[in-house]
């Protein structure tokens, strides 16, 4: 069964972030991830996974200047120093969550940068991620990214992604194969899945067009999850979608696959026991009617 992780970047966003972590625990999942953690104490973040009984599973090195457009400095020649001090940062709060895999956002290239000056800097910066991470015991993942979301975006497709992984040839970075993304950009998901399994270290997913939950759009889900459990993927799946409602009422979706927390993961008392109760009886009803 694929092991389902939730993004509190996106979702639970009606409770302040570090309610969130209890939130994510009460409706079933046993991980999370985020976009950035910097803006708080990672002590503190530490102390709300490990209250809730949920592992943080991934989060973004820095991506520079996020509310004036950036979207990762991977790949700026003239910003290697300050990419560096990001993996540091990350690092650091990576040990303390006790994270295994940082996702590295490429950026957009620089307008008058040169492409070869561009692409010998991302190698570099990807190689230098990963030895670092590595000798803490963790893993550096890129994610392609579609146009329409992020124009111009250094890697947009899963090929190009796949020989960038090559080519830095380092063996603890993988892709972050986001199905949203790629089903965008080149669709064939089922097939690429199988073609990349190797090279896959997480994956993440929402409908398209609109980035909503599962069963809003185009995409079959319930098919590239059940694919996915057959290829034997064991990476980490990650909700990354933005609710078109309260996200409780977006988790459809979730309750054939999410299986109720065993009684001595159960952190918060009452309400995650009724919960994992309801999820256990709604799982059982689905499998005696599919029978």
């Given amino acids: 069964m694929p092991r389902f992780c939730v993004n509190l970047s ?25 976009h950035f953690p910097y803006e708080f104490d990672k002590a503190v973040l530490a102390e709300c996974a490990g209250r809730a009984g949920v592992a943080v599973v991934l989060f973004n090195l820095p991506p520079g200047d996020w509310a ?58 990807l190689r230098f991620a990963a030895d670092a991470l590595a000798a803490h015991g963790r893993s550096l993942v890129i994610e392609p990214l579609n146009t329409r979301t992020v124009p111009g975006f250094y890697v947009t497709s899963s ?85 078109s409602r309260t996200t409780e009422q977006t988790l459809a979706w979730a309750r054939r696959w999410l299986a109720p927390l065993p009684r001595q993961q159960q952190t918060t008392p009452a309400a995650r026991e009724a919960s994992g109760q309801r999820l256990a009886s709604e799982q059982q009803q689905q499998e005696e009617t599919g029978r």
């Fill in 159 to 243: 090929k190009g992604a796949a020989q960038l992984v090559r080519e830095v040839g380092a063996p603890n970075l993988k892709i972050q194969y986001d199905l949203f993304h790629m089903q965008i950009m080149e669709g064939d998901l089922a097939k690429t899945l199988e073609a990349l399994l190797p090279m896959i270290g997480h994956v993440q997913f929402a409908d398209v067009p609109d980035r909503h939950e599962p069963g809003t759009g185009e995409i079959n889900f319930d098919f590239l999850f059940a694919w996915l459990d057959r290829l034997g993927y064991a990476g980490w799946v990650g909700a990354e979608y933005q609710p």
């Fill in 10 to 34: 996106f979702l639970f966003g009606d409770r302040p972030f570090q309610e969130r972590f209890d939130a994510a625990a009460r409706a079933g999942f046993r991980a999370v991830e985020l």
């Fill in 68 to 125: 004036k457009g950036e979207r990762g400095i991977a790949c700026h020649p003239d910003r290697v120093d300050e990419f560096r001090d990001g993996v540091g940062l990350a690092l650091e709060y990576a040990l303390a969550l006790d994270c295994g895999t940082l996702n590295c956002l490429l950026g957009v290239p620089p307008p008058d940068a040169d492409e070869s000056a561009v692409h010998e800097t991302v190698v570099a910066n």
